[in-house]
Each structure stands twice: as C-alpha cells, then as structure tokens.
C-alpha cells in the first residue's frame, strides 16, 4: 500500500503568511467567504449567449468544449452547492418557499398606497435617468464581470447601449424604492429580493432580441436554434420542471457510471438501505466507517463518476467503508422526524458493527445530517454507550447564532413571518421545491443563463456529473421541515444540556469522548466556514477544523492531483475564525488523503478482506447502489 501523509503533517506543507503578507488570492476568497458577503460571491461560468468563460475539468464530467486538465469545474460544481447546503437556509428562514414573495409583493403593493412618497421619489429618479439616457450623459454601466452584456454590440450599437442603460436604470429605481419605502428593515429586505428576482428576469439578455450572439445564431441557423430551444422548453414541460435543465444527464447512468463503486445491499428498512462496500486490497482495517449523507440529498455526491469518488478512493486506501442510502420520502412518510432518522442511524451502526465484528464505528455526517448524528453521539455518551470510535463532519455548522446571516433569505427569518407558520400544519418540500429556491437564491446563474443558452441559443445544457446528481433531486419530510427549523431557532447545539434526545439531554459536545475532524469550505455561501469552524470549538480539545480552499462541493469532490488544490490546517483553535486561518498552514492537493491518514490511526489493525458482504444476521440483499437511490418522488 503506498506511504500516505500523516493526518498532522501532510505532504508539500508550508505555513500560511500572516494576514499582512497573505496572498492577495487567498484574502480574496476570505473576504467572499466572510458573513454578509453578497449571494454573487462566487461566481459561476455562464453558458454560451450568456457570457461563458472557459473552464477546464476533467473530460468526462465537463460541459462538451471545455478544456481539459485538473481546474475541476469550479463554475458547474458551484451550482450544485446549493443543493448540499440549502437544508440549512431553508431550515432558517421560517420554511421559506418562493411562495413567500407573494406576501412579500402584497406589502409593497399596500405600502405604496399608503406612503406613495417613496414611489413618486424612485419614479422621478428613473425618469430623471432616462433623460440622461436620450442625451447620451448617463454614466451607468452593468458591474464588473457582468458577461451578460460582454457581446460589442452592448458598446457599438446606440439602440443597445439605450436599451442596457434603461435596464440598469429600471433595477436602480426598484432597488431605490425597496431602501426608502418606509418598510421596516426586515420587510425592506425582502423588497429588495423581490426586486432583484423583477430585475433579473427584465434583463434584455433573456430575449431574442436583447441577446446578440442568440440572434446571430438564429439568423445564421435559418431559425433552427429557436426551433431546438423550443424543442428543449417542450420537453421540460414534458418532464414537469419547473426550471430549465441544467445538465444534459444522457451520458450518465446511476450503478453504471454515476454510483458504481462496488458493493452490496447488507440491510434495507423502510427508511434507508445500508450498503457495504466491497474490498480493493488484500487487507482492510477492522473497524468500519459509516457515512451518514445528507438527508435531502442523494448519498452519490460522495461516489460520483469513478476517480472522482470519496468512497472509491477511502476503500482503495484498505478503509472498511459504509454508506445509509435515505429513502426519497413520499407523503406517506411525512412523520418521519429527526427522531426517526436518528433510529435510523442508530440502526446502521449496529449493523456495520456486527457485520465487521467490532463493538463501535467511525461515524461521518455530511452537512445538514450533521447536527442529526452529533447529537445521537451526544446521547450515547450521556447514556454511557460507546457505539462511535470517532467523527467526522462535513460542511456541517452546529451553532445556528448566524444562520439569518446566509446571504439573499436572511430577511425571511423574521418573526412577522415565522411565528403564524408555527399555528399551521408543517409542510413537505419536495425536489421542485427545493430547486426553484435555490435558483432564486442566484437567478442569472441558476435560471436565467439555462434559460438562454438551451431556448434562445438552442444549446444542449452542460454534460457534468456533479450537475446530474444535482438535478436527482429528493425531498422533505414535513415533520423533519419542522424539526429542522426548530433546531435552526432554539439552537440547542450551542447550550450543554438543552438538546435532548429520546426524552434526555445530551452530554456536552465538548465530552463526547470521541475524536472529530471537521471540514469546512472556503468559498461556501451558505454554510459559511466560520460557522463550520464554530462546530470545531464546540467539539472541544479532540476536535481538529480543517479548511478546504473552494466551495461547498468543490471542496468534497476534490480528488488528489489536482494542482490548484489547496487546504489548511492549524492545532489550535483561536475565538476567531479568521484568526485561525492567519495561523494555519497551507497544503498542496486534496484533504482526502489527509482525513485517510487520520481515519485509518483510528480503524484498529489490518485484518485480512472479508471474501463475501455482511453476515449471517446482514446477507447480502443485492448489488450497490440498491433500489432506493433510483426512486422518484
């Protein structure tokens, strides 16, 4: 087995320069990093007719044109960052659904009747503008990196450049209104979301003849690229999305290219199958890891394409690996609460257990999963068991103090509106639900650039394996949506003793008596990484943060060889977060055979690879994936 780098000092380290001298790269992505940074902080390619950029990733998960190499397909994978995140935002914000702007656009409406002031101020300015605009004196241009309007014909042309000009001038006047309506700052906000949705869908680039290079390609095909685009609306209607494809997903196949990592369906319950993972080297560690994925999301960002799998490459490293499969619920399983997948969990464990022979586990929990299995750890060790040998937590925060913070929903955590939800029945999300959120988190990059590039350009949408599982969308439980927003707003994590599972607190997370690693993302945007950080600081002194350099996704599907990878570590845990960092040490290439370095000093000795899945209480069912990675709600 090859040498792999110690968890405490990985290969081509170096120490992080202090905050004077940190690279101007690396302060960049802090700052976007930081809580308050807007929604637009990381930026995301757009396809063709809507500004592209090249990016470069590897070939067979990559948008068709792109260049090859290691770059890995930031722009891409960023957009299905939400998706992994978003359990958080939704849990935050009072069960938010873009329904809510309904209401929202009802109190504008009854406030520009009642003060009419501020209405008659935005309408003098916009036409103010618009006089500046015919008289060729209008200084306003789009932001910086717009490439929505990158095409020449935004400068050469008159018309266009008017046209630009009275766009920015319009989005100007509605943001102007949402600030001086006389609404109080938390309705103030959500005006101004609600205006950036107006704005963004007003843009002249969402129609054929505000976009130049989709009216060139109409011109230059005889029409046929708005007879394709038709054909692809069409056939998203057919497919009842409520939002343009974003992957073309004809090129992969779940257990086949996507979820392939072979294994075996060792238990199935009506709530999740457990598969074990079949052995790649003559010996394997005793004592097993169990990954607990999200449980919105399906369990496969964890083993996408093959050589850019997590548990592809921890069963190649002789780790003894696991996996829950969740059910994607449908309505007649909406009683299923966080007690039920804590069960769940408790259940797995005691499988993987007897099948390996072993009294106790490694244990992940992946982002909103999380809190879910900290808090069962928290039980065990209150009630005196040892079921856990250790933990690791991705993209996972635990202190909810900031969640009102997560850029472009913060508004909607209000009382004004949470409060009268909590009189009526809780609601199930489904996969829609949830893709329509996170779109209008992000409206250019995750609605509008779809919107152009397959209907007005007539393209296919990006072939990228990350997007199509993001596109494999699950829902949610009402009961576990009216848990999950309970423990975003109690915040019993953060307070020893206040969380309580199966009717009794929990140890402090500080005394689980177990050691943790926990992983944060630099670029995250929702699960910011000083939130993540804080979960560190409340595991205590056996806890250690680790700080990958990019995004939410970017960050867990990081293979080795990738030379623009990056991590950071530091021992100690400072009060601040950006303390830490100005402390940390900088890494070359991916956590992933930091935390096998770390995961495999806690796995007992090798033992020689079982010839067969499970036992004779847990025989094999089936091959992995299993049935319920392919269910559709």
Not at 279 to 292: G, N
Not at 335 to 343: N, P, R, S, V
Not at 366 to 384: D, E, F, K, Q, R
Request: proline content about 7%; overall charge positive; glycine content about 8%.
């Amino acid at each position: 087995m090859a040498k792999r780098p110690s968890a405490e000092s990985p290969a081509k380290a170096e120490k992080a320069p202090s905050r004077a001298a940190r690279t101007q790269s690396d302060a960049a992505a802090l700052r976007r990093a930081r809580p308050g940074a807007g929604s637009r902080a990381a930026k995301t390619a757009r396809p063709e007719g809507h500004g592209a950029d090249s990016q470069a990733a590897p070939s067979a998960a990559l948008p068709p044109g792109s260049d090859s190499g290691a770059a890995a397909s930031a722009a891409p994978a960023d957009l299905a960052s939400e998706r992994l995140s978003g359990q958080f935002a939704l849990g935050a914000h009072g069960e938010f659904l873009p329904r809510e702007l309904v209401s929202t656009a009802k109190t504008v409406a009854k406030q520009a009747r009642r003060k009419p002031g501020a209405l008659l101020r935005a309408t003098a300015g916009l036409a103010s503008e618009f006089l500046k605009i015919a008289r060729g004196e209008s200084k306003l241009e789009p932001q910086a990196g717009d490439k929505r309007f990158a095409d020449p014909a935004w400068q050469q042309s008159w018309l266009y450049g008017a046209w630009l000009k009275g766009y920015l001038a319009y989005g100007q006047a509605l943001q102007s209104y949402a600030r001086q309506s006389g609404l109080d700052p938390k309705e103030s906000e959500r005006a101004s979301f609600l205006m950036m949705q107006i704005t963004e869908a007003m843009a002249p680039t969402n129609t054929l003849l505000g976009n130049p290079p989709a009216l060139r390609k109409f011109i230059d095909t005889g029409g046929g690229s708005l007879v394709q685009g038709a054909a692809h609306l069409y056939g998203d209607i057919a497919a009842g999305r409520v939002l343009p494809a974003q992957s073309n997903d004809s090129g992969f196949k779940v257990g086949v290219n996507l979820a392939a990592t072979p294994g075996h369906v060792v238990l199935r319950t009506e709530m999740f199958e457990l598969l074990q993972y079949t052995p790649q080297t003559p010996q394997v560690r005793a004592r097993p890891t169990l990954v607990v994925p999200s449980i919105v999301n399906k369990y496969y960002a964890f083993d996408l394409a093959p050589g850019r799998s997590v548990l592809e490459h921890f069963v190649k490293q002789g780790l003894t690996m696991f996996v829950m499969v969740w059910r994607n619920p449908k309505p007649e399983h909406d009683h299923w609460g966080i007690a039920e997948y804590q069960d769940a969990i408790d259940q797995a464990i005691d499988a993987a257990a007897e099948i390996c022979n072993v009294p106790d586990v490694n244990l992940w929990g992946v982002c909103g999963a999380g809190p879910v299995v900290t808090s069962l750890l928290g039980h065990y060790a209150a009630t005196g068991q040892r079921k856990a040998n250790s933990l690791m937590l991705v993209v996972s925060p635990h202190d909810m103090s900031r969640s009102s913070e997560i850029p472009g929903i913060g508004a909607f955590a209000d009382p004004k509106l949470t409060e009268p939800l909590k009189r009526l029945p809780s609601r199930r999300l489904t996969a829609n639900d949830f893709s329509l959120l996170f779109g209008m988190l992000r409206p250019n990059d995750l609605i509008w650039n779809y919107w152009v590039n397959n209907y007005l350009m007539g393209n296919e949408p990006p072939t990228f394996d990350v997007l199509t599982w993001n596109n494999d969308g699950t829902g949610m439980t009402a009961a576990f949506n009216r848990d999950f927003g309970e423990l975003m707003e109690k915040n019993p994590l953060a307070t020893p003793g206040a969380m309580k599972v199966r009717g009794k607190p929990i140890a402090d997370l500080a005394k689980l008596g177990v050691d943790s690693y926990v992983l944060g993302a630099m670029t995250d945007h929702l699960c910011l990484w000083q939130d993540v950080y804080r979960t560190a600081q409340l595991l205590g002194d056996r806890s250690q943060f680790v700080l990958g350099s990019s995004g939410h996704i970017q960050t867990i599907v990081n293979p080795p060889g990738n030379p623009k990878s990056s991590f950071f570590t530091n021992p100690a845990k400072p009060v601040s977060a950006e303390e830490w960092l100005a402390g940390a040490t900088k890494h070359s290439g991916s956590w992933w055979d930091h935390c096998v370095a770390w995961t495999t000093e806690r796995s007992a000795d090798l033992v020689d690879a079982p010839k067969k899945a499970g036992s004779k209480k847990h025989p094999a069912l089936g091959k992995a994936p299993g049935t319920y990675v392919l269910e559709k709600v």
